[in-house]
């Protein structure tokens, strides 16, 4: 089974770190390996290396997969995650407004930051829905309805994906 190659780790954000290498053919899974500890296996050819801490180096590499067959590992690439800026989190946060609280049919997420995505999540941290159709087409304050009439009383999280970074906000 041949080794993976070309694997190279991108800092995403500062807790996230993207790795990416070549299909290996015959692979039939891939194993992610950080710091020589196994952290998980995935079928695709990237994988995106969450809850990480901010401005800190983390190394990765890959082997193949073929049954019980596992290749040599890939080349070691390391990336440092990026500094977290708490103040322009603040800033983010604070831009984004959510309305009615509580909510029955729609929220309304209105912002001035250019939103990419909108999901909601379960106390339990299910996705119970994700809309990227709203995704806003200027830079003036925006307003996304999201229909949650189908959604159960309690409690849930709506997360705002931006060019700027994203935001977690409980309704």
């Known amino acids: 089974l041949a080794v993976p190659e070309n694997l190279v780790a991108t ?10 290498w070549d299909e290996v053919e015959n692979a039939n899974s891939y194993n992610i390996y950080q710091d020589d500890e196994l952290i998980d296996e995935t079928e695709e050819t990237e994988y995106l290396v969450e809850d990480l801490e901010a401005d800190t180096k983390y190394c990765f590499y890959v082997t193949a997969v073929n049954g019980s067959k596992e290749s ?20 983010l946060s604070s831009s984004i407004n959510i309305y009615p609280n509580p909510a029955s049919d729609r929220v309304t997420i209105a912002t ?10 379960d106390i339990y941290g299910r996705l119970c829905c994700r809309d990227a159709s709203n ?5 003036s304050m925006d307003t996304f309805n999201v229909s949650v009439q189908d959604l159960e009383a309690g409690v849930y999280f709506v997360k705002v994906v931006t060019n700027e970074g994203e935001i977690v906000k409980r309704f």
């Open 72 to 91: 040599d590992e890939s080349d070691e690439d390391c990336d440092r995650t990026d500094e977290e800026d708490e103040e322009s989190l603040e800033e």
């Open 112 to 121: 001035e930051v250019r939103v990419e995505e909108i999901a909601i999540y």
């Open 135 to 139: 995704a806003s087409t200027s830079n």
């Open 11 to 20: 800092a995403e954000s500062s807790s996230s770190i993207l790795l990416t």
